[in-house]
């Protein structure tokens, strides 16, 4: 499985942006997709993730605010990321899961700036 993420930038503090995460490979074995950020400094966290059958989690401090969607034609998981503030400023990393292996992708960088 294959990853590759896109969608990061600069945003100002209250804006929005959409990241993606193409799957290409072994797509069918892929039942748990998700987001995990990286801010300097710290560890590495769950940001949200989603299942094959759509159920998704987030964390708290996204809740409300950040929605997870999957495109299975697509092969694609997004991320849309609405009232952004600055702790959200990390690098966001896809990660897929099979039942016997964790991949993932590339990061992209979200900088809120206030």
């Known amino acids: 499985v294959q990853l590759q993420a896109s969608g990061g930038g600069l945003v100002q503090t209250g804006g929005s942006l959409r990241l993606s995460c193409a799957a290409s490979?072994?797509?069918?074995?892929?039942?748990?997709m998700g987001w995990y950020r990286q801010a300097p400094g710290k560890q590495r966290e769950l940001v949200a993730s989603?299942?094959?059958?759509?159920?998704?989690n987030y964390a708290d401090s996204v809740k409300g605010r950040f929605t997870i969607s999957r495109d299975n034609a697509k092969n694609t998981v997004y991320l849309q990321m609405n009232s952004l503030k600055p702790e959200d400023t990390a690098v966001y990393v896809c990660?897929?899961?099979?039942?016997?292996?964790?991949?993932w992708g590339k990061g992209t960088q979200v900088t809120v700036s206030s």
């Open positions: 989603i299942t094959s059958g759509s159920m998704t």
């Open positions: 990660n897929a899961n099979t039942r016997f292996t964790t991949y």
């Open positions: 490979g072994s797509i069918s074995s892929i039942n748990v």
